[in-house]
């Protein structure tokens, strides 16, 4: 059961990380057909082409609801499927898989999934206070009746740093913790985003002492350890065999996929260090007939240094408690001997909301295309891929490969 690895993804496109204070602002559907376009480019199809459509819902400028429909009405085509797709920071993920499957299924050919993360404009009846002030909270939801609101925030568990510092101090007391070996993670990725021309802090090197004395956070958590958020978005075309093989790139095919959550708040996690990515994992490699050793790059969602840790455990990339050991003993630059988000990460790169996600699927379709210029690895015919939503509550893999 599973994907054939017939669906492929042929054209990417991300707009460069920006600070949200300097960054053009966009209407939401610009920023879709701008995206759009570009990835279409990128694949040398047409609109025409599309008639698939994977798109987020939630904090859609113009619209709360109907959003497929409008997005596209308003690049003027006509799709067979459509889906919205609300998972955080594996949004992107989860896009990719559902138009593979689609693609199988035979509903439709070829599907934009795009996600854009620039502001819009603010009209007059818009409050940009409402918007400060449920960034304090982070994912939690503080609507009346949210278990969240009862049983989370009440106790100062408040937006994402919080769950992160929980889950990495629980990791910490059952298996110990090398502050060294966590901020050799943010180390390592951002000397890979020194050959990104778009990375947010290209031309900022960074070391271990760096990360150790910058503020800390969240207990065990420094700043260096924690995501940039910036302004961004991403679009990818995921597009059948028949499409592929008349695009004009190298496709990138989807031969295995996985997701699992089960709870939103680490509160309700049976145990914090086994995450969902785990079995997410184990179902991608499954489908694709691969293992873990059989990669030649890694591109993992992180969010936090901690979120890359378990996330290579979990995934079967070393055993369970030796995650410490495994960073420190391997380079993990895009030079290195396992290149692991060799566009720096959303750590080095940006993370650009729930477009974040795309950033490590876009890395790893340009590494199997050949289209990562400086950081291009040598031999790049199959990638991991992970996306991770909420607090290390909803997680999903992918394993793309060449033809």
């Known amino acids: 059961m599973g994907l ?8 990417a496109a991300q707009y460069k990380p920006e600070k949200y ?41 113009e619209a709360s609801s109907f959003v497929p429909a409008m997005a596209a009405e308003y690049l003027g085509i006509a799709v067979n499927f459509a889906e919205v797709v609300d998972l955080g920071g594996t949004t992107a993920v989860g896009m990719i898989w559902r138009a593979a499957a689609a693609i199988e299924l035979g509903i439709c050919q070829a599907v934009l999934c795009v996600i854009p993360q620039r502001m819009a404009p603010f009209g007059p009846d818009d409050d940009p206070s409402a918007m400060a002030r449920a960034m304090r909270f982070g994912g939690h939801s ?34 110990g913790y090398d502050q060294r070996a966590m901020a050799k993670i943010a180390v390592d990725q951002r000397m890979s985003a020194q050959a990104h021309p ?11 002492e760096d990360v150790l004395n910058s503020k800390m956070v969240a207990d065990p958590l420094h700043i260096l350890e924690i995501v940039m958020p910036v302004a961004g ?62 990669m ?18 979990d995934a079967g990339f070393c055993p369970k408690g030796e995650g410490m050991r495994f960073v420190l003993e ?3 630059t895009y030079k290195g001997n396992f290149p692991m ?30 289209k990562a210029e400086e950081r291009q690895l040598k031999v790049c015919d199959q990638v991991f891929v992970s996306g991770t939503g909420g607090v290390m509550s909803e997680q999903g893999a992918l394993i793309l490969q060449g033809a």
């Open 330 to 332: 391997n380079d993990l």
């Open 198 to 208: 778009d990375a947010i802090f290209r031309g900022q090197p960074l070391t271990i």
């Open 296 to 313: 030649h790059a890694a591109q993992i969602y992180d969010c936090y240094t901690i979120t890359v840790l378990l996330s290579l455990e």
């Open 21 to 61: 204070a300097t960054a053009p602002q966009m209407f939401h559907l610009e920023q879709v057909a701008d995206l759009a376009a570009q990835a279409l480019a990128d694949a040398g199809l047409k609109a025409s082409d599309i008639d698939g459509l994977c798109i987020n819902g939630p904090h859609f400028h």
């Open 142 to 175: 503080t609507q009346y009746g949210a278990p969240e609101a009862e049983f989370d925030l009440p106790y100062g568990h408040m937006g994402q740093n919080t769950g992160y510092a929980m889950i990495a101090q629980r990791y910490a007391a059952q298996y």
């Open 4 to 11: 054939k690895g017939t669906a492929a993804i042929v054209g």
């Open 233 to 294: 978005g991403a679009a990818v075309i995921v597009a059948s065999k028949e499409v592929a093989l008349r695009s004009k790139g190298r496709p990138a095919y989807i031969t295995g996929f996985g997701e699992r959550l089960g709870y939103k708040s680490p509160s309700y996690s049976p145990d914090m260090t086994e995450t969902p990515v785990g079995p997410a994992a184990r179902s991608a490699f499954a489908m694709a007939g691969m293992r873990p050793s059989d």
């Open 341 to 370: 988000n060799t566009h720096g990460g959303q750590l080095s790169f940006g993370q650009a909301g729930s477009a974040g996600g795309f950033s490590q699927v876009v890395e790893a379709y340009q590494q199997i295309a050949g």
